[in-house]
């Protein structure tokens, strides 16, 4: 009797205690429990639940802690492997499936789903998918790539690492999360390592992972100088140690939006990064594949200080391409759109480097890189400004204009070179003429100074005939006597006498009148 009332007295205790525990891990509202009372048995992608099985909320947040926990399993990825190679197809599939459930219960529920509890048992779950699921980066995409070539570099483990990048960008947009708890796990090397995906050869990972980066930088405030100097350590060893990485572009256009949102004046170091990082990409001979986001970023910079213009058209022509055609093509695009932010004040100090190079370009035999030079007489907001300082312009490019209207063998460089002489005529007629007359004056001076120099030339080759100059002097034939022929009968006489012993003088001697 006193050993059954023991017995019954601890149960009822146990029991309390249960009950208590039980109120004290819904007391928050939320049906997760907390990660030290995480305690179910293991279980595996054959044998695991559907959400559809179990009722209560608290089931269901165990089974998205299994679910989360199973799909940490790891498989090694292939490119070019059938699957019906792999012997692990199976368990894929099933990992894709719950990938997909884990998906469609979090759009269900809402990110109320997002407990803390869960933080770090989803954070192991992001990392084990995206940061050890991919192929290595071996190549480096090419500017004109066949679309069969680029389909082999796709990665194949996209299927499954697409949903986790989708649960991962839920969660940091998600308003329910508090930045500051989750701020443990979205640390510094997290976004390194989320940063360093970005070189990936699949275009769909590099546009992921660029949305992510993104928007941890429009939420996590403490971490924006912290990109901004990984992105920059990106850019400088692509620029001076490594030379290749894939996802430039994105990076670019990242920065983009990024460098929209900086504060006016501009900080000295949103100014160095332009100077140090985006100027000098414009040197890389494969700039065709990100120049159109790396000239956003430039303008982006014009708009917010113009006064940039001048170092910005500077650089440029620093840089500037002589065997590059189409690289030539997007350059003069590029100034185009920053001369229609250039002021007025501040254009006369480009006018020198900058109208040279495009006098190069307006002489240049390929004619879509001479259309693109005069075309910026064509443009509403450029042509007022270089009217306007027509007098500083005019002297440097006449020469070529005349070239063209001449020499010129395409028909629309020979008529866009009239058009633009006809609007500088039209604009200040004396000042034309001027330019025209000292043009011809040179040209004259110029023929006078060939001319004389062939008189020279003439003068220096009679007086070399008339002295007999050794230049022009060539030696008579004379006819060699015959060894043979003049050859006498050796003396015996002679012959029978001792001849002395050569020493090494006599052989060096001998040697000496051989040669």
Not at 37 to 58: K, M, Y
Request: proline share 5%; glycine share 2%; with cysteine.
């Amino acid at each position: 009797i006193i050993f059954l009332c023991f017995y019954m007295i601890s149960f009822l205790l146990r029991r309390k205690g249960k009950k208590k525990s039980t109120k004290s891990r819904v007391s928050d509202g939320s049906p997760f429990i907390t990660q030290s009372h995480f305690l179910v048995r293991p279980v595996s992608l054959h044998d695991i639940a559907s959400f559809s099985d179990v009722n209560t909320e608290q089931e269901k947040a165990f089974l998205f802690l299994q679910k989360l926990k199973v799909c940490k399993q790891q498989f090694v990825w292939e490119r070019g492997k059938s699957p019906e190679e792999d012997p692990q197809t199976k368990e894929k599939e099933l990992k894709l499936k719950q990938l997909i459930e884990i998906v469609d219960f979090v759009d269900k529920n809402g990110e109320t789903v997002f407990h803390e509890s869960i933080f770090n048992e989803f954070f192991e779950f992001v990392s084990a998918n995206i940061f050890h699921g991919f192929a290595a980066s071996s190549t480096q995409r090419s500017i004109c790539e066949d679309p069969d070539e680029e389909l082999k570099n796709l990665e194949p483990s996209y299927d499954h690492s697409q949903f986790v990048f989708e649960l991962l960008l839920k969660f940091i947009i998600s308003p329910q999360v508090d930045t500051k708890k989750a701020e443990v796990f979205i640390d510094q090397e997290f976004i390194k390592r989320v940063i360093g995906l970005i070189d990936s050869e699949d275009p769909r990972v590099r546009q992921m992972v660029k949305t992510l980066v993104h928007r941890i930088y429009g939420k996590y405030m403490t971490h924006r100088s912290y990109i901004r100097k990984v992105v920059s350590i990106v850019f400088y060893n692509y620029l001076y140690i490594v030379n290749r990485h894939n996802g430039i572009a994105e990076l670019l256009e990242m920065m983009g939006s990024i460098i929209y949102g900086f504060d006016v004046p501009l900080r000295e170091e949103h100014k160095s990064f332009l100077r140090r990082y985006l100027l000098p990409l414009h040197k890389i001979p494969d700039v065709k594949k990100y120049h159109g986001q790396l000239c956003y970023c430039v303008i982006q910079f014009c708009e917010k200080d113009p006064s940039l213009a001048v170092e910005i058209i500077s650089g440029i022509v620093k840089y500037w391409p002589y065997t590059n055609s189409a690289k030539e093509i997007l350059f003069l695009q590029e100034i185009e759109e920053i001369l229609e932010l250039t002021t007025s004040e501040d254009f006369p100090q480009i006018i020198p480097d900058l109208f040279h190079q495009i006098n190069l370009c307006i002489l240049s035999t390929h004619h879509k890189v001479a259309e693109r030079a005069l075309i910026f007489w064509d443009n509403e907001i450029v042509s007022p400004l270089l009217m306007t300082h027509s007098q500083q312009i005019l002297p440097i490019i006449f020469p070529s204009l005349i070239a063209n209207t001449r020499e010129h063998w395409n028909l629309t460089v020979h008529q866009l070179s009239l058009s633009v002489m006809a609007k500088f005529a039209n604009y200040d007629r004396s000042f034309f003429e001027s330019c025209s007359k000292n043009h011809k004056n040179v040209v004259n001076s110029s023929n006078e100074r060939k001319k004389k120099q062939e008189e020279e030339w003439k003068k220096i080759e009679e007086t070399a005939i008339k002295k007999e100059h050794p230049l022009s002097w060539e030696p008579p034939l004379v006819e060699r006597p015959s060894l043979i022929a003049q050859a006498e009968e050796p003396d015996l006489e002679c012959l029978k006498q001792e001849q002395p012993v050569p020493t090494r003088s006599h052989v060096f001697r001998s040697s000496v009148v051989c040669e």
